[in-house]
């Protein structure tokens, strides 16, 4: 039985006369899609370049932008070969390169064949390759009764449309002639030999076949003393061309393969076979699975030379021993090989969220207790808070896609994450300096400016992913939260803000209420000559009821007392940067307890009024201690008698924090 193409009907007709032909015809169809970018072609695709550079360029270029893809190249041996080939077919990745291996001897579900070039070296010289050709690796795409296309990208030239037609409605010129070598050798000598495989066909069907390498090996062979003073016989002929037919699996050079080959013969001529310790010498090292794509790859080919000497019978002594021993080696190494192309080749975490997500099938994905979210066993970034941060290491389309399967893997620990704050003790909440707030370990939100100075409005980061009955909850704890931060820290100043605002019969007067409105909108503290002859005409019991709520009338300032404190103040200092829309992490605050520091001359005074500081000169001084040292050089002055200055002391010196 012969299985070939329609193209082979008339010269097996001239060959055998009697032969009888079944047609099947393609039930699906195939058409070309034109040119595509590598990083556009459809899924469950084979790209085909013509060398293993091109393949490992094109295969790299997919792992970046499409997650990765399986290589399959001739020269890799069967086992890794068909690992590749099933890396493909289980849709751990949607994307094979390969060389025009493709074309023979694989089947699988690809839709799309891509060719990157439509040239190839045939081992003498680069040509185009001819329309069948094409057609025998287009032919991988569809299957049975689902259609295929192929098409062109990266460097290939546009195919024209004759070849497009033939490709696509099948249609070949036939085959005129088959390569023909005779089987009747002659082993009486060498030159014999050579004569008879020079023989002519006897039929114009058939035409010789150009010398292959194991003519080649031949000629070479029967050139050295050596090999001419060994082949006296027959048999010793015979055995010379059994040893020119042992493959080049090496291609590192014929040079080398020939000195090999002389090698066996010489073993095999005068000892009847290849001695183990020469062949144990020859294999030393080859057992090492470490090292890159080409190393691995190398060993690969140097076993199977010792592999198919293995299987050649009577070549070796102890024959079933290396069979199995270069069978374990080659299988060892064919596997690291496989696992070395799948490492450079797939990024497997992206290949494995995609596929997922294709499926639409449920992702197995949890945080651990740093933050660090895992989704099908790969790291794709951090939960802060809500928000999740990409691992920085993915890139453009890369991070797009992690960040896809993150996203949907995550809603439902946002959801418990929700639930859990929503409900959160006022132990587990913190608001930092910087107007960040921290819930445990994780910043969930940011003040922003509000409607009010006292009322900043809480920004949640990360919340979309979560119910709007849900997202109103967290917001309303941690709204809660901050108002209850305010009023605990700047009670006096809330209570004055609510006497301000009262009608009540008793409350506040007009100019006391003007007085209060300007401290709340000033954070506490006002210079006295900011009032004018305003609080000169206060009368006492106006006086009397904003002392009560904690104002205090200073020489030089207006402030409240209970907003000096360390706590409070810093308070004050972030509801200021809010108000006035500064970063509040870029404001430079005094230690707690500090009395008094330099200022530039830029720095602006309402913040340190905020702060509870005054300007004065070139430094700050907290606005407590500048009114005990007005109380101080006041005291002095009157001990004087009259006399103009006073004398510096000590302790007011300490007072502002100089010595």
Known sequence: MLLGSETMRPVLKQLFPEIVFVARERFSKLAYAGPRKVTRVPRRTAIVGFSAETVYAIAELVRRQRGGAAVVLGALSPRTRNAQAELYQSGEVDYLVATDAIGMGLNMDIDHVAFASARKFDGRRYRHLHAHELAQIAGRAGRHIRDGAFGETADCESFDEGV??????????????LQWRTEALDFASIASLRISLEQASPRPELVRARPDEDEEALARLSSFNDVQDRVTNRAATALLWDVCQIPDFR?????????????IFDQLHDKGVIGEGWLARQMAGVDRTEGDIDAISAR???VRTWTYLSNRAGWLENGAYWQGKTREIEDALSDALHEKLTQRFVDRRTSILLKKLRDEAPLLAGVTEDGEVIVEGQFVGRLMGFEFIVDPRAKGADAKRMRGAAERAIAPVLAARAAALAGAP??????????????KSSRVAELRKGPAVLRPTVAIRGLDAITPNMRGRVTDRLTAFVAARIEVLLSDLIALKLAADSTAEGGLGGQPRGIAYQLVENFGAMSRAQFGDTIKALGQDDRAKLRQLGVRFGEYTLHMPSLLKPAAARMMALLWAIWSEKDPAELTLPKPGIVSFPIKDDAQHAFLYALGYRPSGERAVRIDMLERLAQLIRTAREAGGGREGFEATSQMMSLVGCS
């Open 426 to 439: 006022e132990s587990d909440l913190q608001l930092r300096d910087d107007g960040a707030v921290w819930w």
């Open 251 to 263: 291609k590192a050079s014929f040079d080398q393969h020939v000195r090999l080959l002389n090698e």
């Open 164 to 177: 497009i037609d033939a490709i696509e409605n099948h249609r070949f010129d036939s085959v005129e002639v």
């Open 300 to 302: 690969i080919a140097q």
